[in-house]
């Protein structure tokens, strides 16, 4: 079964940096795109970023282009967001998500059960 | 960017009602619209893909229609484990967007 286990959350001041892991296992990794989405406390969900199976494409929200970087290790069947300046607005479980079709197709079958970050000084 | 505008944002239901949430697009997606189901402390859960093609291993209580900037999902015959956040989401182009949420209780 498809299994997607999000890391790499925890508290982090204003202008700090993290980077998030998500591990997949179940599907074949290298064959899929991955997004990362996230959700503020109490809020709805947003899009933060895309990235092909290959690696080739990435894409972004405006609101994080620039400070985000989105990765994948298909060796290593492991997805990463690298988030740098980061600011109290970015405070959000974060989610990554399997896309549902082997090309770039944007929707999504599974998510993983979140990890979550805290920008507080 | 996409807008999507679902209804109602809360519903309170009586198990065994029929429930419908609507989402209107800001622009034609054609059948790229999705559902997902959020209950709480826990992560969302595709129920509907492409509108009306329901996801492995959901039950036949749930069903999308709609098509261009006008989509329905119901759920027949509400059942107490259905309580949740349902979200619509577009895939038709980048930023993949999501409506606000609709929070289904039971009475």
């Known amino acids: 079964q498809v299994q997607l286990v999000e890391s790499g959350g925890g508290v982090v001041q204003p202008g700090g940096s993290l980077r998030l892991s998500c591990a997949a296992s179940g599907f074949t990794f290298s064959s899929y795109g991955m997004h990362w989405v996230r959700q503020a406390p109490g809020k709805g969900l947003e899009w933060v970023a895309f990235i092909r199976y290959d690696g080739s494409n990435k894409y972004y929200a405006d609101s994080v282009k620039g400070r985000f970087t989105i990765s994948r290790d298909n060796s290593k069947n492991t997805l990463y967001l690298q988030m740098n300046s980061l600011r109290a607005e970015d405070t959000a479980v974060y989610y990554c998500a399997k896309e549902s079709c082997g090309g770039s197709c944007y929707s999504y079958d599974y998510w993983g059960q979140g990890t979550l970050v805290t920008v507080s000084s | 960017e996409i807008v999507l505008t679902q209804s109602p944002d809360f519903q309170s239901v009586t198990p065994k009602e029929k429930v419908t949430i609507t989402c209107r697009a800001s622009?034609?997606?054609?059948?790229?619209l999705h559902w997902y189901q959020q209950k709480p402390d826990q992560s969302p859960k595709l129920l509907i893909k492409y509108a009306s093609q329901s996801f492995s291993g959901v039950p036949s209580r749930f069903s999308g229609s709609g098509s261009g900037t006008d989509f329905t999902l119901t759920i027949n015959s509400l059942e107490a484990e259905d309580a949740a956040t349902y979200y619509c989401h577009q895939s038709s182009s980048l930023p993949g967007t999501f409506g606000q949420g609709t929070k289904v209780e039971i009475k």
């Open positions: 622009q034609s997606i054609g059948s790229s």
